[in-house]
């Protein structure tokens, strides 16, 4: 399957990832900063915007990738009740082209 | 995103109605909005606080925005389980909503009661397995090649089983 295809389909997926990886990233741009100074007050920025926003990227990355989870799950659900209906129909309609 | 997350959630009781499944969505509009709203306030109270913090040298004016982005992120988080929460829910109602018998397909065979034998209209019965809570029509997909006992409608209603979701008798 082509790429541009596959990241259609799998836009969920796709945007999970790019948020997972822009949350390791604030991690670590938090992390450099608060290492780079001693002082707590020019710390605690870099632990709320790296730290706390990194998480929270991450977050949101991890329900989106579960989301894409379930909805494959609901998907095999739709094709399952339709094998069912189909099923259920299937001797009546052969019983009409028989008369 | 609007064509799986907009829409109706299903409960056990609609899943008796003959729905087509492409009608059927996993998360309802509200869900949508409930997550898009705990987002975005988790994420204003976060970037408030970091902007308020940033903002001043001193630690001791810190501490409250520094709780705030806590509580934001908390909140946040707060809807994105919710969120999984509803979609696993509606996912297992649905799930036993349409296969509502297969635990008797893990039974052993002696476990299930052969067929009452002479009513006087054997269409007329309804099929269920034992300690199932679901009844089915005779010919319903569900109860094909099983050994069911058979029973009025009302027996059923008074053993507290409910109407199956597929051939809804």
Redesign the interface.
């Known amino acids: 399957m082509e790429p541009t295809k596959w990241l259609r389909l799998q ?2 997926r796709t945007l999970a990832w790019a948020l997972v990886v822009a949350g390791a990233v604030a991690l670590i741009i938090g992390w450099v900063g608060v290492s780079s100074t001693a002082y ?3 710390q ?2 870099y ?3 790296g730290g ?2 990194g ?2 990227l991450l ?2 990355g ?2 989106l990738w ?2 894409a989870d ?2 494959d ?2 998907r095999k ?6 094998a ?2 189909q ?2 129909a299937g ?1 009546l309609h052969a019983e009409v082209d028989a008369h | 995103m609007s064509l799986v997350m907009a829409g109706r959630r299903p409960t056990s009781g609609e899943a008796s109605t003959a729905t087509p499944p492409s009608s059927r969505t996993l998360w309802a509009a509200e869900d949508l909005i409930r997550l898009v709203l705990a987002l975005l306030v988790g994420g204003i109270v976060v970037g408030v606080a970091w902007y308020i913090c940033s903002g001043d040298a001193r630690f001791n004016q810190q501490i409250g925005p520094l709780d705030a982005a806590v509580g934001g992120l908390i909140f946040a988080g707060g809807g994105n389980v919710m969120w999984l929460l509803r979609g696993r829910r509606a996912l297992g109602e649905r799930r036993r909503a349409l296969m509502p018998d297969l635990e008797a397909a893990i039974l052993p065979a002696g476990s299930v009661r052969p067929v009452a034998t002479s009513p006087s209209d054997p269409s007329d019965l309804l099929v269920a397995g034992d300690g199932l809570v679901r009844y089915h029509r005779a010919a319903c997909p569900l109860a094909s090649g099983r050994s069911w006992t058979g029973m009025t409608r009302g027996e059923h209603d008074a053993m507290g089983r409910q109407p199956c979701g597929v051939c809804q008798p």
């Open positions: 836009w969920d707590s007050a020019e605690l920025p632990i709320i915007s706390i926003g998480i929270f977050g949101v991890a329900t579960l989301s379930l909805r799950e609901w659900l739709d094709r399952i009740e339709e069912l209906q099923r259920e001797p």
